[in-house]
């Protein structure tokens, strides 16, 4: 068996992808951050860090300071305190670390390939290249003959193809919480033990919401594996049209497990120093402070799997593109298997770039709520809000299954409408971003109001007002 269509090597491509992929864009992240927070708040930005280049200063838009903080927290001393309890204090980051790589082994980056639509060979017996070759069948396949022979499965691009999805992803995220309590407890710090507290009463209580707001969308796709609700959703509409609600509950739910602004009670700067990580300095802080940014990554490929299509786009199926609503086919082009693999890894990661700046817009515009709100809105706000949608779903859903075919084939064509809503809301947003590009920005200096008016030096006289 060639090397290339090993098991082993597919599963050694898919982890460095997903960690390639989950560590650089975590890491670009704290860029954006500052980068957008000073954009928003109208403020200079990072700016300071800088390369002496030709007798100019070269700072890269203030990427070099993402860079020297890795940097410096290598070199930063690792302080413990002494009468902190040596192992757990040691172990705690590593425990809020590890949950978040873990959830992503699950989560599907794109399309089954399917290898005998890969590479293969025309009625003459030449080889067919996988840039024209189109899709096939997809199963297993016995590759040779007599001793040489061997069977090929089909390749999930999923580190970990688990039949239990989502139940895995609420067990592993579900202990989210332990690094955050072990780090606050064993600090011997009564700020890191009052952070512990928030974070633990905090987290559990979203994720009693985060996890009932997706009944219904399992209701909806019929299973728990997370390629299966894609495939769903690209055969009928996105999650997002047919669970508006669940994805609004999910996404809150999701920002306050994460700990971010406006639900970062758990180490409020203002109220608690640093919170359950106080006492923490060098690398055990950057694994803290890189998991929360791996969260919003996380968080955010979930939110595109479960709601956003995932790796799918309007109109593009396995063998290619289809514009058709209900049985009406318009237009249909086949597209080779490889492109359409390609496009849709593509494509998630691009879903998941936007609402992870998406989200980083939401911190740099909401302010932090009060501890009681916060408590308040996970418990008597999300939680009835999630139970009503399991509801409602459930009558809907047997009121359309129980329907006539001409009103399940009006369901149809409204599926594909709303495909068609995304495919305009999407080239209609690309438009507007290259025209944004590429137009100069013209600063208009604040005007000064009467009231504010300076005075001239040693006299009442105002001094005359420029615009």
């Keep these: 068996m060639p090397f290339y269509q090993h098991p082993f090597f597919w599963t050694l491509v898919k982890i460095l992808l997903l960690l390639a992929f989950l560590v650089n864009v975590a890491g670009l992240l704290t860029w954006v951050d500052r980068r957008l927070g000073g954009v928003i708040q109208d403020r200079i930005g990072p700016n300071r860090a800088y390369i002496p280049l030709l007798g100019k200063k070269l700072r890269v838009a203030g990427l070099l300071h993402t860079a020297a903080d890795g940097l410096k927290f290598f070199f930063k001393e690792d302080f413990v305190p002494p009468r902190a309890d040596k192992l757990l204090f040691a172990i705690a980051p590593i425990i809020s670390m590890f949950p978040v790589l873990a959830i992503g082994a699950v989560i599907p980056m794109g399309d089954t390939i399917c290898p005998g639509s890969i590479v293969g060979k025309s009625a003459a017996g030449n080889t067919v290249w996988p840039w024209v070759q189109r899709l096939g069948q997809c199963g297993i396949e016995t ?17 970990a193809p688990l039949s239990v999805g989502l139940l895995y992803v609420f067990a592993i995220a579900g202990q989210g919480i332990v690094g955050a309590a072990i780090a606050g407890t064993s600090s011997d710090n009564k700020f890191s033990l009052m952070g512990a507290l928030r974070a633990a009463s905090q987290m559990v209580s979203y994720e009693v919401a985060m996890g009932l707001s997706l009944v219904g969308a399992m209701m909806l796709y019929g299973t728990i594996r997370l390629d299966e609700m894609v495939r769903w959703q690209n055969e009928n509409a996105w999650g997002v049209f047919v669970q508006p609600l669940a994805c609004v509950l999910f996404f809150v739910a999701a920002v306050a497990e994460q700990k971010r602004i406006p639900f970062d009670l758990p ?6 120093v640093s919170g359950y990580f106080t006492e923490y300095s060098g690398a055990k802080f950057m694994m803290f402070y890189f998991a929360e940014y791996a969260e919003v990554v996380t968080s955010s490929m979930l939110l ?11 109109f593009f199926h396995r063998d290619g593109l289809t514009l058709a609503f209900g049985d009406n086919t318009i237009f249909q082009s086949h597209v080779p298997h490889i492109w ?6 593509l494509t998630f990661f691009g879903k998941t770039i936007l609402l992870c700046w998406f989200q980083a817009v939401v911190r740099w515009s909401l302010p932090r709520f009060r501890y009681d709100q916060l408590m308040k809105l996970g418990w008597r706000v999300l939680l009835p809000a999630s139970l009503a949608n ?6 809907v859903w047997l009121a359309i299954s129980s329907s006539s075919a001409s009103t399940q084939m009006i369901f149809k064509i409204l599926g594909d409408c709303t495909q068609a809503v995304v495919a305009l809301a999407a080239t209609y947003g690309i438009i507007r971003f290259i025209i944004g590009f590429f137009t100069p920005s013209v600063h208009n200096p604040l005007r000064i109001m009467s009231a504010q008016k300076r005075t001239a030096p040693g006299g009442n006289e105002t001094l005359p007002i420029q615009t």
Excluded: H, N, Q, R
Aim: no cysteine; proline share 4%.
């Design 143 to 159: 590759v040779g003959s007599g001793i040489d022979a061997y069977k090929l499965a089909p390749i999930t691009l999923m580190v």
């Design 267 to 272: 180490e409020a700067e203002s109220e608690l």
């Design 304 to 314: 595109v799997t479960i709601f956003f299509g995932g790796w799918s786009l309007p």
């Design 340 to 345: 359409m693999i390609i496009i849709g890894v």
């Design 390 to 395: 399991i509801l409602v779903t459930g009558v």
